[in-house]
């Protein structure tokens, strides 16, 4: 059995090539949207993939389920459980709980564990060739290394209510009696890792053993004493913010992502014709520098995502491509860079990028404003807006400042101060830099706290 595990550092996101070596068949658990590297392991490894599916309605990221079965006319199944509101609108093979399906000496069998989401399948994997017992369990966003998958997306991002509660203790029934049921020898491939907002305490680490989970896990001492309530408490405290995003890409992931099929270079573009729509706002610039050179001078409604950085969380926080369709152009160091950015933003469903220029010469540009903290008292606590999660602030923040999280400025602007010019801040100013400037394309004045709130701490207690 070949067993690749396909990491996507922007998403904290795992997706997992499967194949058996003796019939050159092959399954992806997960994909993503820009299937290339799935193609290129078959290839690499000379097998066809002949199976796509994915554990879950996936919230943080676009599924590339139907892009890899148009490319490879593999069979895709998917979960069956869940009840009506839960089953996705596409052709697949639905699965329910104790199904199998074979790939050669591979045996795929679905097992239920709802709580993060209502049809959440997990699978087991027995390598016939060498046991008759699963070896290994894809636990998708049941369970992470250190962690378990949140129950209260749906009402974070979906506006559902009170659904949290139930989802916990789905949860709870799940771990007892479907994962804790599992030889402590099976390791268990998650579909997240650290910096996903999937979970709160995930960790860096990618794979964990049932056994490990059950003796070190901060759940594991509920599980032992039978303590539902203490469990459901635990996990329900300190949840970060839910992206606005996420509601969008359940939608699109029930309904089935469009297939872009294949997608040709992306083109430079002449400044000097995209000046007057950038003048004109007809197009979306996104400006992918460092904040320090951002600061010295952007092009005008620029959104900055920093890269090398999370451009496709960013993207989905600045960027609601149901609402706007304008063509996106990339400032990138090349080509190649450029057609990573695209790849990257193709993956939370912005699909518009039209082409990429290589500087900012010749477009019209504006120096974005900037406080230092020691002039931000001079700002009405009012006017001060800390875009970190919900638990940063919490833990420390500039006195007075409200907290709106940068996943979810553009979606809850009638939250913002109403008027006059306001400040911003995050940690170190990364997610800062991301924020303002999606408030200013929206019209708003906004000013960046320099440094963030690292440096204004830093001056505080000097």
Known sequence: MLLERIYDEDLAQASYFIGCQANGTALVVDPRRDVGVYLDLAAKNDMTITAVTETHVHADYLSGTRELAAATDAQIYVSGEGGDEWQYAFEGTRLRDGDEFSLGNIVITAMHTPGHTPEHLSYLVTDGAFADQPGFVLTGDFVFVGDTGRPDLLDEAMGAEDTRYEGARQLFASLRDKFLALPDYVQVLPAHGAGSACGKALGAVPTTTVGYERLFSWWGKHLAADDEQGFVDELLDGQPDAHAYFSRMKRQNVAGPAILGTRGPLPEADTADLAPEVSADSVTFIDTRPVEQVHEASVVNAINL????????????????ETDTRPIFILADDQDAAEDIRDRLLRVGIDEVSSFVTGIDGLPTTVPQVVRPE???SFDAAGVVDVRNKTEHADGHVPGSQQLSAGRVLWHQDELPHSGTFVTYCQTGVRNSVAA???????????ELDGSYAAWSAWKNS
């Open 306 to 321: 920093p890269n090398p950085g999370k451009i496709a969380s960013h993207g989905a926080w600045a960027i609601d491509p």
């Open 437 to 447: 400037s999606t408030l200013r394309r929206a019209g708003h004045d906004v000013a």
């Open 375 to 377: 002039d931000l008292d």
